[in-house]
């Protein structure tokens, strides 16, 4: 269960970065039924300003030392350099839960905790952290990765993805579903979509109020024809706009938020199986199982009985 996270922060942090894990972990969201996590902003030095990349600092509360009991250690963006403290590393190294944003990745990659994992960074820092660290597993075209106890990301809003998705995975669904309403941000993205996607639209003709026409009909039996129809485009502008905002194709982008709302019934409800399956459009309780494994890994009785929170974990019939 997470309880705790620290960020530890050196010259040169980047502050769009860091304050993505500061919103995602650090504010008081109990009214909303988010848990208050003992969050900790970690400096070398306690008390004393670290500067950003901005020409502003700030003033971390706690020293290194308090990484070694926070449940997850969250690396924000910073400056890459050739050497980092050495009582960051070992935190690093002893840590663990580890996520990283962007840049941050050196941070762990020095630390020794990319070694034979799968990882990410920025695109344009991707061949850099596969030179430095031959041993990581890079992939360089993925929003983040994650590898268990070591999640990385790419830059920017990416971070806000492979933070929400922890939430999502440590904490439920509604969890981070809550949070997310508040950010104000797009539904979670999966992190198997590319990094770099050139764009081709303004907001204007974005696709945003038929993606969110979609999320509210997911059981729904949607085509190419019928969605390009409702985005009034011909088909193939509305696929070649949709691969542009989304860096996917209509029926991943589909299968994947069918996921997303099954795991909240499963985690929020006792509906069986059969009913969350025609809930979410999948149709057939077999053909939920099918996707369901193939994107969270579990069966999702297995997922229910692990992740299901208060009376809900206990099974429903046909579960």
Not at 17 to 27: A, H, Y
Not at 58 to 63: A, T
Not at 183 to 189: E, I, K, W
Request: hydrophobic share 40%; aromatic share 6%.
């Amino acid at each position: 269960m997470l309880t705790s996270v620290a960020v530890p922060l050196i010259d040169g942090v980047t502050p769009f970065e860091f304050g993505v894990i500061c919103e995602v972990f650090g504010i008081d969201r109990t009214e909303e039924g988010v848990p208050l996590l003992d969050f900790r902003v970690c400096g070398e030095r306690p008390g004393e300003p670290v500067r950003m990349s901005v020409g502003a600092s700030v003033i971390p509360e706690y020293g290194f030392d308090a990484l070694d009991t926070a449940d997850l250690v969250a690396v924000p963006a910073c400056a890459i350099r050739s050497e980092y403290p050495r009582a960051l590393l070992e935190a690093v190294g002893r840590a663990g839960m580890l996520l990283s944003v962007c840049s941050g990745s050196f941070v762990l990659g020095e630390a020794g905790r990319l070694d034979g994992r799968r990882c990410t960074t920025h695109w344009r820092h991707t061949d850099e952290l596969s030179q430095r660290f031959p041993k990581a597993q890079v992939d360089p075209d993925v929003l983040f990765v994650d590898d268990g106890d070591v999640i990385t990301s790419a830059g920017t809003a990416a971070g806000i993805d492979a933070c929400l998705h922890l939430v999502r995975r440590e904490l439920g669904a509604g969890v981070a579903n809550a949070i997310a309403r508040r950010m104000v941000v797009a539904p979670q993205r999966d992190g198997g979509q590319r990094q770099f996607i050139q764009p081709t639209t303004t907001q204007a003709d974005s696709l945003q109020p038929t993606l969110a026409w979609m999320l509210e009909h997911l059981d729904t039996e949607h085509s190419v024809a019928s969605l390009a129809d409702h985005a009034r485009m011909s088909e193939r502008t509305f696929a070649r706009r949709f691969a542009a905002e989304t860096g996917t194709t209509p029926h991943r982008w589909l299968t994947t938020q069918r996921v997303l709302r099954a795991r909240q019934l499963l985690e929020e409800t006792h509906l069986n199986v059969e009913t969350i399956a025609h809930r979410c459009g999948f149709g057939t309780a077999a053909l939920l199982r099918h996707h369901f494994n193939a994107v969270v890994g579990l069966a999702p009785k297995d997922y229910r009985r692990s992740f299901a929170h208060g009376p809900a974990g206990r099974q429903p019939p046909n579960a």
